[in-house]
């Protein structure tokens, strides 16, 4: 447990201590806290950890590898000047209704030498712009559409193309369950599709044979036209002999006794004493769409987390053991942040740079507006806001 967890647990026992005590009198108070204890205790017994099992993915194109002892790698640190670049995207919605969404988008980049980030850059380190997506009939069928308008006219060309923008409302990539995909989560794809690009021209102009880029998340492609762009990247990258990564916040893995993957590998891992930094290659992905290695990566000795970090499979099979402790030796220097332990600081300055707040959605919605006010379509637009924000209303409503 990092120091920040142990102030959040701290935190909410005193909110409830503090809680049981200015509210003894209520009976259901009590009666939560025992539901509540309960429910852990059921489900105490119901996550048997006997039984590790193996990683289990359900997807025959990935070949996954059994865990023991012997699969652990334990990170050699060899000093390197690789240098790392980490790619992250943000956006948000500012204005919405059941047939378009406006979003502001940002993609930040940064690179770094272990602990230390490189100043200067040939492109822009931030990428913002608008996107609106919006639905069509055609085909006999709703499509939705997306138009992308950057804040600086010179950073048009690191958009996608709109034309890649256009996805069919009942494809199963973008639904939830039966129901026609929502708005708002095909227009989050255009942030997605745009890392890929920016990610393309962070190679081109920025690295050097050797140095690495990391994406934030997998280097899987889920959306229709999306491979594009990665095969895009992998043609760029190999060319200038650029390794392609990513390491993803969280995971949903599973092993075939219904665990957590890394909660699992790190459970093998303390069974086993397993000690310092280390990397562990759990499977191996050989789709057209996700052909990469998995490893379950500890960065940070002091750290009690573990990463999901994949790696371009062919580019993968090319490393040496000393170049790949190469890289990993970048990214433990880049995961001694004090604040989180274990998870590279090239990745939480990513986010932070990319990120889009609240208070920026309301001055973004202010400038929106104003203008649908100044073509004085207000008319036009409100009617179609009005079937979707009921629930924000009654939000505000009950405080």
């Not at 916040?249 to 000690?275: H, P, R």
């Not at 990513?350 to 104003?370: K, P, T």
């Amino acid at each position: 447990m990092n120091q920040v967890e142990g102030r959040l647990i701290g935190y909410h026992t005193s909110s409830l201590d503090n809680l049981l005590r200015h509210t003894a009198e209520r009976e259901d108070v009590f009666m939560s806290v025992e539901a509540a204890r309960r429910l852990v205790q059921n489900l105490d017994v119901k996550i048997r950890e006997d039984e590790l099992g193996n990683p289990f993915f359900g997807d025959p194109s990935v070949r996954p590898f059994p865990l023991k002892r012997e699969g652990f790698r334990l990170v050699n640190l060899i000093k390197s000047p690789r240098k790392v670049a980490f790619i992250d995207g943000g956006n948000q919605e500012i204005l919405g209704a059941p047939n378009f969404s406006i979003q502001v988008n940002r993609i930040y980049f940064a690179i770094w030498i272990g602990k230390e980030r490189r100043s200067e850059q040939q492109i822009p380190k931030r990428l913002e712009f608008f996107s609106a997506t919006y639905s069509n009939f055609r085909n006999n069928g709703i499509y939705y559409d997306t138009t992308v308008v950057p804040t600086k006219k010179d950073q048009a060309t690191f958009l996608p193309d709109e034309k890649d923008l256009s996805f069919n409302s009942l494809d199963r990539r973008v639904t939830v369950g039966t129901q026609r995909a929502d708005i708002e989560l095909v227009s989050s794809i255009t942030r997605r599709f745009s890392e890929w690009e920016f990610a393309c021209h962070v190679v081109e102009n920025e690295l050097e044979p050797g140095d690495v880029i990391i994406m934030d998340g997998t280097l899987q492609t889920t959306f229709a036209n999306e491979y594009k762009y990665l095969t895009k990247l992998y043609k760029i990258a190999q060319k200038k002999e650029i390794i392609v990564t990513g390491l993803s916040k969280t995971s949903t893995l599973f092993t075939d006794t219904g665990l957590s993957l890394l909660g699992a590998v790190n459970k093998l891992a303390d069974e086993c004493k397993i000690e310092g930094e280390w990397y562990y290659p759990v499977a191996e992905a050989t789709s057209k769409d996700h052909n990469v290695m998995i490893l379950v990566v500890k960065l940070n000795k002091i750290s009690d987390r573990v990463f999901r970090y994949e790696i371009q499979r062919d580019q993968f099979k090319q490393l040496s053991e000393p170049q790949l402790n190469e890289i990993l030796t970048q990214l433990i220097n880049n995961s001694t942040d004090a604040t989180f332990p274990g998870y590279p600081y090239g990745l939480i300055d990513a986010d932070r740079f990319a990120r889009v707040s609240y208070d920026e959605v309301e001055y973004y919605r202010g400038i929106v507006l104003s203008q649908i006010s100044n073509l004085g379509r207000w008319g036009k637009f409100a009617r179609h806001i009005l079937a979707k924000d009921s629930h924000s209303i009654l939000n505000m409503l009950v405080g």
